[in-house]
């Protein structure tokens, strides 16, 4: 799959810092058959404040960015996503790297969000389903369409909590996981480095310098 697709998709469910406990493939097969109303409307109010910035004409282009860290900082767990896509480094991060990484991936991501920040005309988001996993654990399948979209497009978001207190952990998008992919992608990097952290970290640094510059071309 394109993973400049993945990337736009990622941006627009709450741009690429949200994570799991684990992989959905395995324990999916095992969720209840029940909905969940809140988790349902926790996302749907969520994705039409996300696309609510993304096609307000009226809002500058720094004013959206503003308005969509505002966004990410509510409704996920940014340091749940921080741990999980650094894998099995997670254990062995030290203090130091773990803040260094923390702070490159979080403008990293926002940097992808950037460049694509006019790439939305009037979508709209709608909850189809969801699927209690697990008390607290939840899917919850929409639909985006409209814009520019040719067809529609569904994403699954995966929310953890309860009535009040949810946030998004995961999201599918054309049945690939994107915290889970980021995962695999961010492992590799620091594998074939030896074990260095600092490698994924100062490419990080590398792709989100690029992505800032061409976001102001």
Same mark, same amino acid.
Do not use: C
């Given at each position: 799959?394109?993973?400049?697709?993945?990337?736009?998709?990622?941006?627009?469910?709450?741009?690429?810092?949200?994570?799991?406990?684990? #992989?959905?493939?395995?324990?999916?097969?095992?969720?209840?058959?029940?909905?969940?109303?809140?988790?349902?409307?926790?996302?749907?109010?969520?994705?039409?404040?996300?696309?609510? &910035?993304?096609?307000?004409?009226?809002?500058?282009?720094?004013?959206?960015?503003?308005?969509?860290?505002?966004?990410?900082?509510?409704?996920?767990?940014? /340091?749940?996503?921080?741990?999980?896509?650094?894998?099995?480094?997670?254990?062995?991060?030290? #203090?130091?790297?773990?803040?260094?990484?923390?702070? &490159?991936?979080?403008?990293?991501?926002?940097?992808?969000?950037?460049?694509?920040?006019?790439?939305?005309?009037?979508?709209?988001?709608?909850? &189809?389903?969801?699927?209690?996993?697990? /008390?607290?654990?939840?899917?919850?399948?929409?639909?985006?369409? $409209?814009?520019?979209?040719?067809? #529609?497009?569904?994403?699954?978001?995966?929310?953890?909590?309860?009535?009040?207190?949810?946030?998004?952990?995961?999201?599918?998008?054309?049945?690939?996981?994107?915290?889970?992919?980021?995962?695999?992608?961010?492992?590799?990097?620091?594998?074939?480095? $030896?074990?260095?952290?600092?490698?994924?970290?100062?490419?990080?640094?590398?792709?989100?310098?690029?992505?800032?510059?061409?976001?102001?071309?």
């Amino acid at each position: 799959m394109d993973r400049g697709f993945l990337k736009a998709s990622l941006t627009l469910a709450l741009s690429g810092v949200i994570a799991a406990t684990a #992989p959905l493939g395995a324990t999916v097969a095992m969720a209840q058959s029940t909905r969940d109303a809140g988790a349902e409307a926790y996302v749907q109010a969520g994705a039409r404040d996300v696309l609510g &910035v993304l096609n307000d004409k009226s809002r500058s282009t720094e004013g959206k960015r503003e308005a969509f860290r505002g966004i990410v900082n509510r409704l996920v767990d940014v /340091p749940r996503v921080t741990r999980f896509v650094l894998g099995k480094y997670a254990r062995t991060v030290t #203090p130091d790297q773990y803040q260094r990484f923390a702070t &490159v991936f979080r403008t990293y991501a926002e940097g992808v969000y950037q460049k694509r920040i006019d790439d939305y005309h009037g979508e709209k988001v709608v909850v &189809v389903t969801s699927l209690v996993r697990k /008390p607290g654990d939840v899917l919850v399948t929409t639909q985006l369409s $409209g814009g520019k979209m040719q067809q #529609p497009t569904t994403v699954v978001w995966r929310v953890l909590g309860s009535a009040g207190q949810w946030k998004v952990v995961d999201v599918q998008v054309s049945g690939v996981w994107l915290a889970i992919t980021e995962q695999q992608d961010f492992v590799s990097t620091i594998d074939n480095a $030896g074990g260095k952290i600092d490698v994924l970290i100062n490419q990080l640094a590398h792709d989100t310098n690029g992505e800032v510059l061409r976001a102001k071309k």
